[in-house]
């Protein structure tokens, strides 16, 4: 062979010199098949899509997590979610969404299923079961569920929504990413699909994008899968190595979050400039008797309601911070803090609350030092009060 050929073909064996404790990252778009008949096997894997070692490896371990027999990946949290809605919907078809479902979750909804012909309608969390049905009709396909809601953290029946639907053969979704598919197992309790933002906290370090949609209905698994390659999407080797060994700790950095988190919440319990504090694992939560019935933990993601504060001391109070961040995103080892006022006038229905509402991730700082820096916070708001 000539050296422009032995440059291209030496070290391309198969073979692994040594076996290590995660799987290889297969960086690969050409798959190349043992013969001519398997080019065309739809059983095989084929191309680079899907299937290769380290994305394999990381939905074998999410359908463990979730108790799921069909886990599928996508680039995004946000992208799993329009993926799961675009594999099972049609023009036609009719979607229930919680209202206090993640924005761009409705920004979906709204602006791209309404020029495809699917109606979105927005329902209270707050309603029963019966409630929910009876806004049901021929039409609707989905219910999409959320526990605990985006911002508000309210709470859902879930198992009792999900036999309703069932029942009327209606198929159910729910943003499972708060409880990490770790502390809530919706697929054991009749919801069809479970999507999680696996940005959070299976990857844990704020490092990469990734989503997961996990079920254990085979038909709608083969949708999800059959969408996946219609479309086109697709992730990275590199992102699902990543996120396999967040996954690999998960279970030892959540309980952290939660004691954390709850250190922090009963703290801002006592203070004269909070309202209430939105976290269903407190027992003055409304919320708190579903949580208790269904959830096994909580992770480090509340609300805070503050009295009534002009906007430009709450502002101030943000601003004051040193170890939050100011950031969108959640589940990493760091605080966050945001103001969330502006993203509530997207909701449906009116949120009563009384006063402006801040959400917060609780890292694994030492919660010492996160209420310090919450006290730099509140001093600032008081004096621009």
Not at 223 to 240: E, P, T
Not at 294 to 322: S, Y
Not at 341 to 359: F, M, Y
């Amino acid at each position: 062979m000539d050296r422009e050929t032995r440059l291209i073909r030496t070290g391309a064996s198969s073979a692994l010199p040594a076996r290590t404790v995660n799987p290889p990252i297969q960086r690969g778009s050409t798959v190349l098949m043992a013969n001519a008949a398997d080019l065309y096997d739809d059983s095989l894997v084929s191309y680079g899509i899907t299937g290769l070692a380290t994305p394999a490896a990381l939905q074998t371990a999410l359908a463990e997590l979730e108790g799921a027999t069909n886990v599928t990946l996508y680039p995004s949290g946000l992208a799993a979610i329009t993926g799961a809605l675009l594999a099972v919907l049609k023009a036609g078809d009719e979607i229930l969404v919680v209202d206090s479902a993640y924005k761009p979750t409705r920004r979906f909804c709204d602006q791209v299923l309404g020029r495809f012909g699917v109606i979105t309608r927005y329902y209270d969390p707050a309603l029963s079961p019966q409630a929910l049905m009876a806004l049901t009709t021929p039409k609707t396909r989905l219910i999409v569920l959320e526990a605990p809601g985006s911002l508000t953290f309210e709470m859902q029946d879930i198992p009792a929504l999900a036999a309703a639907a069932n029942a009327r053969g209606v198929l159910t979704l729910i943003d499972n990413t708060w409880a990490a598919g770790f502390y809530f197992k919706p697929l054991d309790h009749g919801v069809t699909l479970s999507i999680q933002a696996l940005t959070k906290y299976v990857g844990g370090h704020s490092d990469c994008f990734m989503g997961s949609v996990a079920t254990k209905d085979p038909a709608v698994g083969q949708q999800l899968v059959d969408a996946v390659w219609d479309i086109g999407w697709s992730v990275s080797s590199d992102d699902a190595y990543t996120m396999l060994r967040g996954l690999r700790t998960m279970a030892t950095r959540l309980p952290r979050h939660q004691e954390n988190g709850l250190t922090v919440a009963r703290w801002l319990q006592q203070r004269p400039e909070v309202a209430r504090v939105l976290h269903p694992a407190l027992p003055e939560d409304p919320g708190h008797a579903l949580w208790k019935r269904d959830f096994t933990g909580a992770c480090g993601l509340f609300g805070v309601v503050l009295k009534p504060a002009r906007e430009t001391a709450v502002h101030a109070f943000i601003d004051a911070l040193r170890l939050f961040g100011l950031g969108f995103s959640w589940g990493g080892y760091e605080s966050l803090a945001i103001h969330c006022d502006p993203q509530l006038k997207s909701r449906s229905i009116p949120v009563q609350l009384e006063g402006p509402l801040l959400r917060l991730h609780i890292g694994l700082e030492s919660p010492a030092d996160l209420i310090a820096d919450l006290e730099r916070g509140f001093a600032a708001l008081n004096a621009a009060a």
